[in-house]
Each structure stands twice: as C-alpha cells, then as structure tokens.
C-alpha cells in the first residue's frame, strides 16, 4: 500500500524564519500604535486637558490652573444649574471658553439691579464675584439651549453678550476641582 504524502500548504507569513530582534521590534511597534491609537480616541471623546487662560472664572478656576474636562458626561445627562463647561463659540470655534450653567432649557430668566432670578426666584449665587449686569431679560431659554455665565461677572464674555449656548456647542464638563485641578 502506497501511503500518500500530505503537505501543509505553506503559509505567506511564518513568524519562525524571523529573527527574534525583528519579532520584538514587531511587537513594540503593534503596542505604540494601538496605545497612540487609544490615547487619541480617549483624549478626542473622554477626557482631555485644560488651561485657564483668563479671569472670568475668578474665585473658582483662578488664571493658569489646570483641570480635566469629562467629554463623555453629557451623553448620558443634560448639563444642570450650576456644572462648570467648557464650550466653543460658533463665530470664533477654534476658542474654549469655561463658563457656568445657570439656565437650563424653560427657565424664565431675569437679570435686575445685578441680582440673577430663574422662575421669579432669586438664585442664591456664593461663587459669583461682584454684581451681575447689565438688566437683562425677561428671557425664556429655548429647547436644548443654556444660558452661561461667568463667576467674575465683571469681567466675563457670556450668555450676556453671545446669547444662548446650544447642546452641540457644550465640549464637556469640568471635572470637580477638589479631585483634579491642579495650581
């Protein structure tokens, strides 16, 4: 009896006739490229970094300090009164800009002898440094719109001025300050 010989058929590909430098050099260039790979999508739509640039946040993010900014946050609730966000203007989209929410979507806001009132209740403000003006209002905040101020009032670009901020317009929250910023 003739027995037939089988062979396997040769693969493209056969890490055994690599030389083991080529198969680490191999392994340390898949491991660069899937974690450049992954950083870039965590920091794209998770969490990224910032820097205070100017003083509208003052006393809460003084000038130069750091923090994490969560991107994810706001696909599974909407911003709330009083989350501290960073957003991109529609005219000048290349800039952030880190303000507080303090209408959300069908409040009646009004701004009088520099005191903020939601619904016809004055909002009790301990972060707000100095008065809030000019008069403002009475305004009814639309559907998915915020309107955004910030803490030194005097000295802020906000709602005030540029309007209602939209959902799309919010890059995320500003982690806690206790747990992540750094001075």
């Known amino acids: ?3 037939r010989m089988t062979r396997r058929p040769r693969k493209l590909f056969d890490w055994r006739y690599v030389p ?3 198969r680490r050099a191999y392994r340390l260039a898949c491991i660069l490229f899937w974690s450049l790979l992954l950083f870039g999508v965590f ?3 998770v969490i990224s970094f910032g820097i205070i640039y100017e003083q509208s946040m003052l006393p809460t993010l003084p000038a130069g300090s750091q923090f994490l900014i969560n991107k994810y946050i706001y696909h599974f609730r909407r911003p709330a009164r009083g989350d501290v966000i960073v957003i991109r203007h529609t005219t000048l989209p290349e800039d952030q800009y880190v303000k507080r929410v303090i209408g959300v979507e069908g409040d009646m806001l009004v701004i009088a002898r520099g005191e903020v009132y939601i619904n016809g209740k004055r909002l009790a403000e301990p972060y707000a440094l100095g008065p809030t003006g000019p008069d403002f ?3 009814r905040i639309a559907k998915d719109t915020y309107f955004v101020l910030g803490d030194n009032r005097l000295l802020s670009i906000d709602s005030r001025f540029f309007g209602a ?3 799309h317009q ?3 929250r500003i982690a806690p300050n206790e747990l992540f910023a750094f001075q």
């Open 1 to 3: 009896m003739v027995e």
């Open 170 to 172: 919010i890059e995320g």
């Open 43 to 45: 920091h794209q739509y």
């Open 20 to 22: 083991e430098e080529s």
């Open 165 to 167: 901020v939209r959902r």
């Open 137 to 139: 209002g009475p305004h």
